[in-house]
């Protein structure tokens, strides 16, 4: 006889929580799926484990008996394989990202790096581009996700996803003739001189009306009608529309979202790490 191990950990989770469906939400199964692997633990056992009173279920005399092998069972099994998936990696990386990296995916990122590599410690800060490159530069930063012109690439830089810059403006407020408001992130910010760039070259002169340090402040200024954006499309989900001035202008380069470590010879720590990043968060 062979017991599975996920039917014995259901067998138990039903136990702990008196019922199937409460155990089918706790293990994000169906509860026919749980149904399933009782009934099917119960034919390898050749005896009824559980008996239902009204809408609660117990174990039965056999079940009780089985629970205690059952918990113990699971655990070392839980065990054994959080220690084949961990490693003996130890030490401190300093990440930095970009606000346009998704927060979710990136906490998706460092909860697995964590589980596998227990012992090694993530010191984790948000930036802009411009800032992070400087950080990397000192020294102050192992790895960082942050974006660049096609042009500023480097050969060692693994580029996660390309996107479109696109000029943003509400659509009450269009700027359509005289000098143009700009909405930036401040004076490091990624867009800022790339916007200004291309204005001054059409001869439209500009000014920046606000600055803020978001991408949500940034893009209520401009629903609000305070000036003009550069934006990616993929950072934002608004009622802002593309600027119809921009049709004078040349057109916006494509921008790159890359990890990049700093300069030297990477540790194992910060090559484990932009592993990690490429695959949960490349395009491939």
């Known amino acids: 006889m062979q017991l599975d191990i996920e039917s014995l950990r259901t067998f138990a989770t039903v136990i702990d929580l008196g019922g199937m469906t409460r155990a089918a939400e706790a293990l994000d199964v169906s509860q026919s799926a749980v149904s ?105 930063l192992d790895v960082a996700v942050l974006q660049v012109l096609p042009n500023d690439q480097r050969p060692t830089d693994t580029v996660l996803w390309r996107d479109e810059l696109i000029w943003m403006c509400s659509p009450e407020w269009t700027y359509e003739a005289g000098d143009v408001p700009l909405i930036t992130f401040g004076d490091r910010g990624f867009y800022r001189p790339l916007a200004e760039g291309l204005l001054n070259q059409a001869g439209i002169d500009s000014w920046v009306s606000f600055s803020g340090p978001s991408i949500a402040s940034v893009i209520g200024a401009a629903e609000a009608g305070l000036g003009v954006v550069v934006l990616a499309a993929s950072s934002f989900e608004s009622d802002l529309i593309s600027w119809p001035r921009a049709a004078q202008l040349a057109e916006l380069p494509m921008s790159c979202q890359i990890a990049r470590s700093s300069p030297g010879e990477s540790s194992r720590i910060a090559t484990e790490l932009i592993a990690d990043i490429v695959s949960e968060l490349g395009e491939e």
């Open 36 to 140: 399933w692997k009782i009934k099917r633990l119960e034919e390898k056992v050749g005896r009824d484990l559980l008996i239902r009173e009204g809408r609660t279920l117990r174990a039965s005399r056999d079940g009780r008996e089985l629970l205690d092998y059952a918990r113990s069972i699971v655990s070392t099994h839980d065990e054994a394989v959080s220690r084949l998936e961990s490693s003996e990696l130890t030490g401190t990386v300093k990440l930095g990202t970009t606000e346009e990296v998704s927060a979710a995916r990136m906490c998706d990122v460092l909860e697995r790096f964590n589980r596998i590599h227990p012992a090694a410690k993530i010191e984790f800060v948000v930036e802009s581009s411009p800032a992070l490159d400087d950080m990397l530069n000192k020294g102050m």
